[in-house]
């Protein structure tokens, strides 16, 4: 069964993939797989950019979002005209000489993944350029795969993604619809800050700095670098943690931190 895989680790939000789906399908069609792709209001892959955090802590993620080619995939089932088929392969595709236009499929898709199109009244999304990968043996993959060019982006047999998917997760898993899109280093909470001797109106570099769950008891662990910064990554979000930060004998703590969003907790002053 074919899928995707996407490494958010090395998605540099570069639009490749968004902009290669538009050159793929607007103004060609390619039935019975889709017709014509709008010029504007559909992104069949599009880029969802977050920035996370407070000045000067701030980071920016990229995620790349498409059709979840769901195995239990409610459009299918609420599809009154039978236009919605999944394939063998496990690519789910919507029949463009079959769809009546009763957008059904757009209202119960989770995952906003099937757009309207007005103009041919009927619905679309991404078909995995599966009239590529049907009709040309040179095609392996789908345009935005081949055209990525950090190999974030991949597409292939599970059975060959077994080390991938092992430490992959879903997006808006709680639909409970099996995606066959695996990521993997989706965005979790960070904390940031830095640290500096009012005294000496200098940074303070290779403190040593522990964050602790309230809940769990885990402890993380880090250094002030050169710059005096130290950072949290991958934290599970509403989360309570205590800071406690060390050098040369002295020590503060900062209690009750909570994740409910990514934080920087600014310049934390320390006289050593």
């Known amino acids: 069964m074919k899928a995707f895989y996407i490494d958010l680790s090395v998605c540099n939000g570069c639009y490749c993939c968004q902009i ?28 969802d950019e977050y920035v996370r955090g407070q000045v000067p ?33 496990g690519i789910v595709l919507i029949n463009p000489d079959k769809c009546t236009g009763c957008r059904l499929c757009v209202a119960t898709c989770p995952h906003d993944a099937i757009f309207f199109n007005e ?6 999304k991404c078909t995995g350029c599966t009239h590529l990968l049907d ?27 077994t080390e991938f998917i092992a430490e992959a997760e879903f997006i808006n898993p709680e639909a409970g619809t099996k995606s066959r899109v695996y990521y993997k280093n989706l965005p979790k909470k960070f904390i940031g800050g830095t640290l500096y001797d009012p005294e000496e109106k200098e940074v303070i570099i290779g403190a040593k700095c522990s964050l602790k769950d309230v809940g769990s008891d885990e402890v993380f662990t880090a250094d002030t670098d050169n710059f005096g910064d130290f950072w949290f990554r991958r934290l599970e979000d509403d989360r309570t943690f205590t800071l406690t ?16 969003k990514d934080l920087s907790l600014g310049d934390i002053p320390m006289v050593l």
């Open 20 to 47: 290669a789906c538009k050159d793929e399908h607007v103004a060609n069609d390619w039935t019975p797989y889709a017709k014509p792709q709008p010029d504007t209001g559909q992104f069949w892959i599009g880029i």
């Open 57 to 89: 802590k701030v980071k920016v993620s990229y995620i790349p979002k498409l059709c979840h080619h769901c195995d239990d995939a409610p459009c299918i089932e609420q599809c009154e005209s039978d236009a919605i088929e999944k394939r063998n392969d």
């Open 119 to 124: 103009n041919l009244n009927l619905a679309q």
């Open 135 to 161: 009709n040309d043996p040179e095609w392996t993959v789908p345009r935005c795969v081949d055209q990525c060019p950090t190999d974030a982006l991949r597409f292939g047999e599970e059975s060959d993604f």
């Open 245 to 260: 930060i060390e050098k040369d004998g002295k020590e503060i703590t900062m209690e009750n931190i909570v994740t409910s």
